[in-house]
Antibody, heavy 119, light 106 residues
Framework: QVQLIQSGAEVKKPGASVKVSCKVSGYTLTELPIYWVRQAPGKGLEWMGGFDPEDGETVYAQKFQDRVTVTEDTSTDTAFMELSSLRYDDTALYYC????????????WGQGTLVTVSS | SYELTQPPSVSVSPGQTATITCSGDKLRHRYASWYQQKPGQSPILIIYEDKKRPSGIPERLSGSNSGNTATLTISGTQATDEADYYCQAWDRRTVIFGGGTKLTVL
């Protein structure tokens, strides 16, 4: 059974960084890439970045290009998303999602990690 | 940048057919996917590659993609279908989501 289990809620101050983890089970991280999507309160889904297997590079949404870093630890099958220089409007639920290889959809999602930016 | 446009809300009576559209320039040349999200839950994939259903998704949910519009159709709508629905496509190496449509079953 495929599962994506994310780390717990975080409260951060403006200007700080946050690192969210996503541990996968039921398959290995080397098989299928993880992407990151966020959702501000009452808003829609917003893609942040992920590992593109077609060229072996990590790609980021232009909006987050300078502040987000997506990494993986294949020894523990855990993916990470780090967002720096946090602002109040970064308060959101952050999801990891599994992309099928050479496909254009996400077939499994984590439970979400709430990041609250507050002074 | 590429954009996908959805109506903010759609209302339907129980048992009737709900249609949710997703518009984007030459969308027919891209694969469209659809996700259902209920309050407090993570999104789940309900349609991929325009019209395919993952295992466990009922046949009364169907998708199509033609011209500039992808369409999610829910036949025999049930109260449990009340949720937010998002379309999604790819533009080069980036992921695009529509703004979401809230389906209300009256």
């Amino acid at each position: 059974q495929v599962q994506l289990i994310q780390s717990g809620a975080e409260v951060k101050k403006p200007g700080a960084s946050v690192k969210v983890s996503c541990k996968v089970s039921g398959y290995t991280l080397t098989e299928l890439p993880i992407y990151w999507v966020r959702q501000a309160p009452g808003k829609g889904l917003e893609w942040m970045g992920g590992f593109d297997p077609e060229d072996g590079e990590t790609v980021y949404a232009q909006k987050f290009q300078d502040r987000v870093t997506v990494t993986e630890d294949t020894s523990t099958d855990t993916a990470f998303m780090e967002l720096s220089s946090l602002r109040y409007d970064d308060t959101a639920l952050y999801y990891c999602a599994r992309r099928q290889l050479f496909a254009y959809f996400f077939d499994s999602w984590g439970q979400g990690t709430l990041v609250t930016v507050s002074s | 940048s590429y954009e996908l446009t959805q109506p903010p809300s759609v209302s339907v009576s129980p048992g009737q057919t709900a249609t949710i559209t997703c518009s984007g320039d030459k969308l027919r040349h891209r694969y469209a996917s659809w996700y259902q999200q209920k309050p407090g839950q993570s999104p789940i994939l309900i349609i991929y590659e325009d019209k395919k259903r993952p295992s466990g998704i009922p046949e009364r949910l169907s998708g199509s993609n033609s011209g500039n519009t992808a369409t999610l159709t829910i036949s025999g709508t049930q109260a449990t279908d009340e949720a937010d629905y998002y379309c999604q496509a790819w533009d080069r190496r980036t992921v695009i989501f529509g703004g979401g449509t809230k389906l209300t079953v009256l």
